[in-house]
């Protein structure tokens, strides 16, 4: 039987920890419980010891994709399941992604409802990342940016260095299984309110978010993006190029950038293509 390792990202979660720790032991008592404190200021690591889980902390803030990155190194279970520990995950559910990987999956994500989205602007921002990504791949993502999932230790470990430190280490992670053509499966679940106030700043994460659209495509077939990309330009060269030549009977220097743009978007798709292929590529 395969051994469990929950792993769980904090930074100040001193509340949240207190009540959740209990149920977590309560609904899976064989499991290996890891908390990686990345640079919590409260009461986190007494929190952890009172409870008999693992604490891994660290002197300053990372990041909480650096935080996953450490406990699925140190974590001893063939397969891991990370969860928030701001209370928003209901450890019973870990019993229902265990039951859908078992049907053969190498990743399993709890899907959160619209009900369960942290704002109407968070729940419009996903909307648009699962579409992309379902268009990316192929397959249906039904949530993106769910940090509650079980994953096979060894895959997950191959993409480590593809990780983020910041908080888009969901997003990467799923693609780069897609990419590795490792099956992913998706559970619908409920989320809880968090407990305190989230780490998320609006305009800075704001702004990651929007390059996170980039990251889907760049992780999973870059030509995807650029090809139709470089078709706009050159679309719009041609239709420049129709307008001057109906009005002054003459090509202009603006079709002449637009269809060299087109080229040049191409030829960057290209290579990105070549870069991502050896990204994927396993060392000996």
């Not at 200021?41 to 994709?65: E, K």
């Not at 990743?107 to 989205?117: C, E, K, N």
């Not at 090509?251 to 080229?263: C, F, H, K, M, Q």
Request: net charge positive; glycine share 8%.
């Amino acid at each position: 039987m395969n051994r469990l390792s929950i792993i769980l990202p904090a930074k100040n979660e001193g509340p949240a920890l207190k009540n959740l720790l209990p149920r977590l032991r309560q609904a899976q008592p064989g499991a290996e419980i890891i908390v990686v404190d990345d640079g919590s200021t409260d009461d986190t690591r007494d929190i952890c010891a009172a409870a008999g889980v693992t604490c891994l902390s660290s002197p300053y803030s990372m990041g909480n994709g650096a935080a996953i990155k450490r406990g699925a190194r140190a974590a001893s279970g063939d397969v891991l399941v990370f969860m928030d520990g701001d209370g928003q995950h209901d450890p019973a559910d870990i019993a229902r992604l265990l039951e859908k990987f078992a049907q053969g999956y190498d990743m399993v994500v709890g899907a959160r409802d619209w009900g369960s989205q942290a704002g109407v602007g968070r729940g419009v921002a996903n909307t648009i990342y699962n579409w992309l990504a379902t268009r990316m791949t192929g397959q249906v993502v039904e949530d993106l940016t769910s940090g509650y999932r079980a994953v096979r230790a060894d895959r997950f470990r191959e993409f480590l260095h593809l990780l983020p430190n910041g908080f888009s280490y969901p997003t990467t992670s799923t693609m780069a299984f897609f990419r590795s053509a490792y099956p992913v499966a998706y559970l619908p679940i409920k989320a809880a309110q968090r407990v305190g106030k989230s780490h998320i700043k609006p305009l800075k994460d704001g702004i990651r978010f929007l390059l996170i659209i980039f990251k889907i495509a760049t992780l999973y077939s870059p030509l995807k993006l650029f090809v139709p990309a470089s078709m706009v330009f050159f679309l719009l060269g041609c239709a420049n190029y129709l307008r001057t030549f109906l009005a002054y009977g003459r090509l202009t220097n603006g079709s002449a950038l637009l269809w060299s743009a087109s080229v040049i978007i191409f030829l960057i798709g290209l290579v990105s293509e070549q870069i991502t292929a050896l990204t994927y590529r396993k060392s000996d």
